[in-house]
């Protein structure tokens, strides 16, 4: 019983080792803005091996800034979206894809039917690897698109997490988001521009 019991603590032992000893998922973070952050959350929340989507507000000159500070556009911020993904699933290259094709690169200060610099288009890359991807794909978008792209290109700075009611807002509140972005005329605008979504 004694040799059994030793046997069993060895096994258990063993099994812990090799649980400690493997390695964790790599993630890596991406950060977009572009225009409303319930929709661009909404959008990269379909894109597999996105592990989490976060509302929130960067680029800006004050620190903890809420949604009213932003709104009133004396901070600077914009309303963006700070993705966790697996480069493993996913790589940075197809989320840059995602967003140009979920945006309107061509105004400054506005996204559909919300205006306003805090809804301005913006890659906030974290490394240069991802400057150099942002840079590349805004060449090849306005090639497809045949006119200038506003969009900024800027390092990522401090990311304020957004009120809770804003997280997940599709989510939680379905009819009033579906309603504002049918009538805010993002989906209707992006297939102008870009054509139809291949299904």
């Known amino acids: ?13 063993g099994a812990s080792l090799s649980l ?3 390695p964790a ?4 973070t991406a950060t977009f803005a572009g225009g409303c952050f319930w929709c661009v959350e909404a959008d990269f929340d ?6 989490s989507t976060t509302s ?3 680029g800006g000159r004050t620190a903890n800034p809420t949604y009213r500070d932003v709104g009133g556009g004396g901070t600077g911020h914009a309303e963006a979206v700070e993705i966790v993904f697996d480069p493993a699933k996913v790589s940075y290259e197809k989320l840059l894809n995602v967003f140009w094709r979920s945006v309107d690169p061509t105004v400054k200060d506005r996204q559909f039917c919300d205006s306003g610099n805090e809804y301005r288009t913006a890659i906030f890359y974290h490394n240069d690897e991802q400057r150099k991807l ?11 698109l045949k006119q200038p792209i506003v969009t900024e290109i800027v390092p990522a700075s401090a990311f304020y997490k957004a009120e809770d009611y804003h997280q997940d807002y599709y989510k939680k509140n379905p009819s009033k988001y579906s309603f504002y972005r049918w009538n805010c005329g993002r989906d209707q605008r992006l ?3 870009w054509g139809k979504k291949s299904s």
């Open 134 to 144: 942002a840079e590349a794909t805004k060449k090849e978008a306005e090639a497809v």
């Open 56 to 58: 929130g507000y960067t």
């Open 25 to 28: 998922a790599r993630t890596e």
């Open 191 to 193: 297939e102008q521009l």
């Open 1 to 13: 019983m004694r040799s059994l019991a030793f046997a069993a603590c060895l096994l258990a032992a």
């Open 20 to 22: 400690a000893q493997a």
């Open 46 to 51: 379909k894109v597999d091996g996105v592990i």
